[in-house]
């Protein structure tokens, strides 16, 4: 599984700002089939570590907050 270099080119993001994993949120990792989705451990903010999303969506649907957003290439909308 290829390891996901930037932040800005994985098709999932999170928001930082809303992001509530440092408070023990850990929804969006939880319902990834694909276990691409980790928690930082220096942040303690969620982010994908794997580039292998299906676009499936249940990390944004889930989320308490809203913090992630899945980038959906515009071909497969």
Known sequence: MPLALSPSTVPVTVDDAKCIADK???VCVDVCPLDVLRISEL???A???FDECWYCMPCETDC???AVTVNIPYLLR
């Open 43 to 45: 942040t303690g903010k």
């Open 47 to 49: 982010y994908m570590k």
């Open 24 to 26: 023990g949120c850990t």
């Open 64 to 66: 308490p907050t809203g």
